[in-house]
């Protein structure tokens, strides 16, 4: 594995590929790597002649600053793991190397960013969006990989694709959990172990509502979800410091990310979910139909 931090060195690496007529795989990520990072490394490694893993803590895809800072960086310990799981070139630039000059890019999505994730995260998505075409121009992958935890980020991207014309192909990955359920996160490390102890409710709560979408409606369900959440630290006598805070769960058109008032109106749906635990922001989502 080469670990390469300007662009100049990327364009040559790149340019040398492409030369030799080999196929690239791009896995985007911003560091602190878990087994769902290093799911997406082995698809790209199976699809790909090369990998590259870009480990990059993209600021301007931060809405609040303190969860930028926050953010954990492990890029001695990501390499090791890059490197162990077959990636050809590690791409881990400085933020001056990325944006020489203030962006002042903005990008639209119209109805799929303006529900769940888009309205709390003013900018958010159009921070994504400025880094993974940057990205794409740069690594000129023939396929990236991206995971389906973060369900509304994929819908951005493949819109972004289309609005660039790109026929880079998305590769959506599913979802890697721990034993117990949790949703793998960089920020999962972040939560006291008291609270890692209780985050696997987030899934528990969902698998159930999966089961319940046979005989419940959306509303009812949805209200459900928050409900079970928001009382489960009574419900279980925990201290006030182990309340999950909902933010929003939402069940929506697989597609156009819309919300759904009831199951026949779209072919596949999802439940999406952000929740605050510990002073930590997690989502998670699952499958209902389709
Ligand atoms: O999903 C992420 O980790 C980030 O949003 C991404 C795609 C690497 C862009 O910074």
């Known amino acids: 594995m080469i670990t390469i931090t ?20 791009l896995v985007p990520t911003m560091g602190a790597l878990h087994e769902g990072h290093l799911s997406l490394v082995n698809r790209a490694r199976k699809e790909n002649d090369v990998v590259v893993v870009s480990v990059f803590v993209n600021p301007i895809q931060f809405n609040n600053k303190e969860d930028l800072e926050k953010y954990p960086r492990t890029l001695e310990k990501d390499l090791a793991m890059l490197e162990a799981a077959g990636t050809d070139i590690a791409f881990t630039p400085s933020v001056e190397e990325m944006y020489p000059e203030p962006v002042t890019t903005v990008y639209h999505f119209g109805a799929i960013e303006q529900v769940m994730e888009g309205p709390r995260r ?20 023939d396929r990236s990989y991206f995971g389906e935890k973060d369900f509304q980020q994929i819908a951005v991207i493949r819109e972004l694709l289309r609005q660039m014309n790109s026929n880079i192909e998305m590769v959506p990955c599913p979802i890697v959990r721990a034993n117990d359920g949790l949703a793998l996160s960089s920020r999962n490390m972040r939560l006291s172990p ?12 969902l698998m159930q ?3 319940m979408s046979q005989y419940e ?19 279980n006598s925990l201290p006030e410091g182990l309340r999950f805070e909902p ?37 998670d989502m699952v499958r209902f139909r389709g």
Do not use: M
């Open 247 to 283: 933010e929003y769960f939402e069940i929506v058109d697989d597609t156009t990310l819309q919300p759904i008032d009831n199951w026949d109106e779209a072919s596949g749906s999802v439940g999406c979910i952000a929740v605050w635990l510990d002073g930590v922001r997690l989502i």
């Open 217 to 235: 409606d959306v509303d009812d369900l949805k209200l459900w979800v928050l409900d079970t959440l928001a009382s489960f630290h009574e419900v």
């Open 6 to 25: 300007t662009i100049a060195e990327l364009d040559s690496a790149i340019n040398e590929t492409k030369k030799n007529n080999k196929s690239i795989g």
């Open 122 to 141: 003013p900018g958010h998505f159009s921070g994504v969006a400025v880094v993974v075409r940057r990205l794409f121009e740069l690594t000129k992958p």
């Open 209 to 211: 509502a999966v089961e």
């Open 194 to 205: 008291e609270a890692r102890n209780i985050a696997p409710a987030i899934y528990a709560t």
